[in-house]
């Protein structure tokens, strides 16, 4: 009897606490039902989804690169749209978009996210690939452009010729030099180990990547060949992920057609002078136009002008000097000659004229950007068009050209503001009058 007994109280206090525990249970999930958390109180990390085609990692290794897609999967690069509460992936047939940088999730700078090509323009190319070797209209365009005779010389060879550029549309590899090649393979930041003029530390992947944006659009490595950093007037390259590449943020020249003589005397100035340092330089480089577009330059918040799109921009190496071997070079023709859609021949680096970049700046941008003022004297704007036009005048010789720019100016200099609403040089221009 005494151990039923104890057994039957041992039962009783399992029975107790199960009991208890279930009121206590049922009483949280009533507290829960019947008070519940205020939504205003309730805090929901907003998710981001990201698909690999819309940042074109799909198609990698045919893409830029991979360097920046941690900040993207971390939410620390946002498009500008994910600001608002219900954030959202943009519209996919766009070439840039206005985003959001961080590296502290506190601080935010604007930048600018953008693709090579448009996305149509990709589409197209890549079924130009796949039908280039007989494979209909979708296929791996990877293994496409790996088993391309050109590729199978990258990957055999360690140093960056110009053999193995021969034929792309790029204009920076019109004439390139063994210079500027070496500067292209040491200065790639698609790579971990950068420094180096040979590509021994480059894998096969790597390689595809670096000859993939060569031959579709050299934006991105004139931005880390020619860095801000170094004086150079051209945005900051933040990195890439997939067909996506990521810059630093600026208000279009355009914008400023028709402000006051002060903020526009001030750009053209600028826009000369960026203009006059890439034909002289210390490093012996000419960079010259090939052409010239409204969005090519851009405003940062300080004032200062940078070039927003390099794409269309040609290097000579002064230093080296042409080789008459290099423009023959460029008979050549495979399927990467194409692949920015552009299968027209560049003329030869020997037509391209001294005074080409400041011609084409005083021809298609100063008339629009200098446009007459009410608050402008008349004679002087009467100057001012008289040496655009001057330095417009493909008909006159390169010396008249560049007096005409320099003179222009020289006009202009003393219109520049001193105010802090153009920081880049403020308050410098208060004791120098070189600022």
Same mark, same amino acid.
């Given at each position: 009897m005494g151990f039923q007994s104890w057994r039957a109280e041992a039962l009783w206090k399992v029975l107790l606490q199960f009991g208890?525990?279930?009121?206590?249970?049922?009483? +949280?999930?009533?507290?829960?039902? &019947? $008070? !519940?958390? @205020?939504?205003?109180?309730?805090?929901? *990390?907003?998710? #981001?989804?990201?698909?690999?085609?819309?940042?074109?990692?799909?198609?990698?290794?045919?893409?830029?690169?991979?360097?920046?897609?941690?900040?993207?999967?971390?939410?620390? +690069?946002?498009?500008?749209?994910? &600001? $608002? !509460?219900? @954030?959202?992936?943009?519209?996919?047939? *766009?070439?840039? #978009?206005?985003?959001?940088?961080?590296?502290?999730?506190?601080?935010?700078?604007?930048?600018?996210?953008?693709?090579?090509?448009?996305?149509?323009?990709?589409?197209?190319?890549?079924t130009n690939i796949c039908t280039s070797a007989a494979k209909g209209v979708t296929c791996s365009i990877e293994n496409v452009l790996r088993s391309t005779r050109r590729f199978q010389k990258w990957t055999s060879s360690n140093l960056l010729t110009p053999d193995l550029v021969q034929g792309l549309s790029s204009p920076?590899?019109?004439?390139?030099?063994?210079?500027?090649?070496?500067?292209?393979?040491?200065?790639?930041?698609?790579?971990?180990?950068?420094?180096?003029?040979?590509?021994?530390?480059?894998?096969?992947?790597?390689?595809?990547?670096?000859?993939?944006?060569?031959?579709?659009?050299?934006?991105?490595?004139?931005?880390?060949?020619?860095?801000?950093?170094e004086g150079w007037p051209f945005v900051r390259y933040y990195g890439s992920c997939g067909r996506m590449m990521v810059s630093a943020s600026t208000n279009p020249i355009r914008q400023f057609y028709g402000s006051s003589p002060e903020t526009t005397s001030d750009l053209a100035y600028q826009l000369l002078h960026v203009t006059q340092s890439l034909r002289t330089n210390g490093l012996n480089y000419h960079l010259y136009y090939t052409g010239v577009r409204d969005d090519m330059f851009g405003m940062f918040e300080d004032g200062r002008l940078f070039i927003t799109d390099a794409s269309t921009i040609g290097v000579i190496d002064k230093q080296e000097g042409l080789h008459q071997s290099n423009d023959r070079l460029q008979d050549y023709r495979d399927v990467f000659s194409c692949l920015s859609l552009n299968c027209k021949s560049s003329p030869p680096c020997q037509t391209v004229r001294e005074s080409q970049s400041l011609l084409l700046i005083c021809r298609d941008i100063l008339p629009k950007l200098l446009q007459p003022s009410q608050n402008q004297n008349k004679h002087l704007q009467n100057e001012m068009d008289r040496l655009i036009s001057l330095c417009g005048n493909s008909m006159l010789p390169d010396s008249s050209i560049i007096n005409a720019a320099n003179a222009l100016m020289a006009l202009l200099q003393p219109l520049r503001p001193c105010s802090p609403h153009f920081a880049y040089r403020y308050p410098e221009c208060k004791y120098n009058n070189a600022f």
């Open positions: 208890v525990l279930s009121l206590y249970c049922w009483d +949280i999930g009533r507290a829960v039902t &019947l $008070s !519940p958390t @205020p939504a205003s109180q309730i805090q929901h *990390k907003p998710v #981001y989804s990201f698909g690999r085609s819309f940042l074109g990692l799909d198609k990698c290794n045919a893409c830029i690169g991979t360097s920046i897609c941690k900040k993207f999967f971390k939410e620390e +690069i946002r498009f500008h749209n994910w &600001l $608002s !509460p219900r @954030p959202k992936l943009p519209l996919s047939y *766009k070439k840039s #978009y206005p985003g959001n940088y961080t590296d502290d999730s506190e601080n935010w700078r604007p930048v600018v996210v953008s693709r090579l090509l448009t996305k149509y323009k990709h589409d197209v190319s890549d920076m590899l019109r004439c390139p030099s063994q210079r500027l090649l070496d500067r292209i393979v040491r200065r790639y930041a698609e790579v971990l180990d950068a420094g180096s003029i040979l590509m021994k530390h480059f894998t096969d992947r790597d390689k595809l990547r670096l000859l993939y944006t060569l031959a579709v659009n050299q934006h991105p490595i004139m931005l880390q060949i020619f860095p801000g950093t």
